[in-house]
């Protein structure tokens, strides 16, 4: 009796959640549902979480941001997502505020989690970045974002730091916040 499993979301997780989203009762509940349905485990590996991100992408090679994006929100490193990890991160990278969603990009390019983000791990992002971005799509981005590297080196200049130099987190979300093109350099939305 007491190790069956509960197909109800904890009263305390509930409660963490609607204090830490913006989330209602009744969404949390349904996403929960949703989410034992499609993960029984109540966990999310690194291989399903692709597939969820190559749905949608389906143009593009997603697999290495989605692996990324798969690190940032496995806040507790266990390899896995659980239920309150997902919505943490659907939250924030959805309905959060802007900050937030930079305090996200910031782990998501932070990919030894050390703090920092070096140029080498810029590039490595903005590579998995551009493979989302389809081939037709790509032809038309202006010269001096046309290849990853590109990308990656525009972006860093934002932050007016040498090549061997590192950045904290304050100074890449001041760094995106007061460059207006820098923004579109660190997330790809599809066109619909």
Request: proline letters at 4%; a negative charge.
């Amino acid at each position: 009796m007491g190790n069956a499993k509960s197909s109800a979301m904890s009263k305390e997780i509930l409660e963490d959640l609607k204090l830490s989203t913006k989330f209602s009762e009744n969404e949390l509940s349904q996403w929960y549902e949703n989410f034992q349905k499609q993960c029984p485990s109540g966990r999310i590996a690194p291989d399903e979480f692709k597939k969820i991100y190559e749905r949608f992408f389906p143009d593009s090679d997603a697999a290495a941001y989605a692996q990324h994006v798969f690190r940032s929100f496995d806040t507790n490193d266990d390899g896995t997502l659980d239920f309150k990890e997902y919505i943490i991160a659907l939250h924030m990278t959805s309905t959060g505020k802007t900050e937030r969603k930079l305090e996200w990009a910031f782990s998501l390019f932070d990919v030894d989690k050390n703090g920092y983000i070096t140029k080498s791990e810029v590039a490595e992002i903005c590579q998995a970045i551009f493979k989302l971005i389809p081939k037709e799509e790509q032809e038309n981005l202006p010269a001096d974002e046309n290849t990853p590297e590109k990308r990656a080196d525009k972006l860093w200049s934002f932050f007016d730091k040498k090549d061997n130099e590192r950045l904290a987190e304050g100074e890449f979300i001041q760094g995106i916040l007061d460059n207006e093109g820098a923004i579109h350099l660190i997330q790809y939305e599809p066109h619909k």
